[in-house]
């Protein structure tokens, strides 16, 4: 059964708090921590990512949820390689 107690800012949190131990690996796939800088604030934020390898490439996914348009991290950074 597929663990949805870690989502969006407790998924951020936990694995934060535990250098990763809890988070990194959730319902079978791997998590990163992506940090953004809010255009017209400064504020940083912080978005739980599921990521893969592709060779020596890292794949990182772009989804929000199902929903059919892009999550607004991706809009606001593409083309540009997120860091």
Known sequence: MPDFSLFG???????????????????????????????????TRKFPLIYGRDGNDYVVVASKGGAPDNPGWYTRTWPRTPT
């Open 9 to 43: 800012d407790e998924h951020v949190r936990q694995y934060e708090t535990t250098g990763g131990k809890v988070g990194h690996d959730w319902n079978g796939a791997h998590c990163l921590i992506l940090h953004t800088t809010a255009r017209k604030s400064g504020q």
